[in-house]
T-cell receptor
Framework: GENVEQHPSTLSVQEGDSAVIKCTYS??????FPWYKQELGKGPQLIID?????GEKKDQRIAVTLNKTAKHFSLHITETQPEDSAVYFC???????????FGTGTSLTVIP | GAVVSQHPSWVICKSGTSVKIECRSLDFQATTMFWYRQFPKQSLMLMAT?????????EQGVEKDKFLINHASLTLSTLTVTSAHPEDSSFYIC?????????????FGPGTRLTVL
């Protein structure tokens, strides 16, 4: 089955700096890669996703890149703000399967 | 759009009792709902997949007689933790896949914190 690895597990950045979180996956059949933000005591919220037919997607300060050949995808947050502090999870899945395979999470702290 | 609710948001119960958690898709119909549990500072672990009108599919190691799942309609799935014990204390999260939307997207509920004394 699919194996998703996520790095780093913790990340601290100064407000205004950029943050990058990286994930790798093992199953070449995976074709959908969402990123979720989870605040303490709440459920995960989808912040951005990318499908395997594109290499990059951007939504304001958030962008995701995908390298299908290397089987890795990354989340980029620019101009970080304290409210960006949360745990971020990447995931991978294919359209032939129901299951989402989640990374182990990255705890992001933005220091004011 | 794509809002999923859970009820209750938290529950405390005595060991040996049963607890029911509801998951509702508020503004869309969900063919499939998923139940996860999450321990502190860990990732989400899929427990089971439920499809409307059929039996749930449980992940390896999850006791189907202990975690009863019912998906009676396209907007409601319930998880009942039977004879709960302290080790069942966890954060339970459901998600739902839209009937009309993308075949991949899952929308998550806010979670239910279960504490078993």
């Amino acid at each position: 089955g699919e194996n998703v690895e996520q790095h780093p597990s913790t990340l601290s950045v100064q407000e205004g700096d950029s943050a990058v979180i990286k994930c790798t996956y093992s199953d070449s059949a995976s074709n959908y890669f969402p990123w979720y933000k989870q605040e303490l005591g709440k459920g995960p919220q989808l912040i951005i996703d990318i499908r395997s037919n594109v290499g990059e997607k951007k939504d304001q300060r958030i962008a995701v890149t995908l390298n299908k050949t290397a089987k890795h995808f990354s989340l980029h947050i620019t101009e970080t703000q304290p409210e960006d502090s949360a745990v971020y999870f990447c995931a991978a899945t294919s359209n032939t399967g129901n299951q989402f395979y989640f990374g182990t999470g990255t705890s992001l702290t933005v220091i004011p | 759009g794509a809002v999923v609710s859970q009820h209750p948001s938290w529950v405390i119960c005595k060991s040996g009792t049963s607890v029911k958690i509801e998951c509702r898709s508020l503004d869309f119909q969900a063919t499939t709902m998923f139940w996860y549990r999450q321990f502190p500072k860990q990732s989400l672990m899929l427990m089971a997949t439920s499809n409307e009108g059929s039996k749930a599919t449980y992940e390896q190691g999850v006791e189907k007689d202990k975690f009863l799942i019912n998906h009676a309609s396209l907007t409601l799935s319930t998880l009942t933790v039977t004879s709960a014990h302290p080790e069942d204390s966890s954060f339970y999260i459901c998600s739902a896949r839209s009937l009309a939307g993308s075949y991949n997207e899952q929308f998550f509920g806010p979670g239910t914190r279960l504490t078993v004394l």
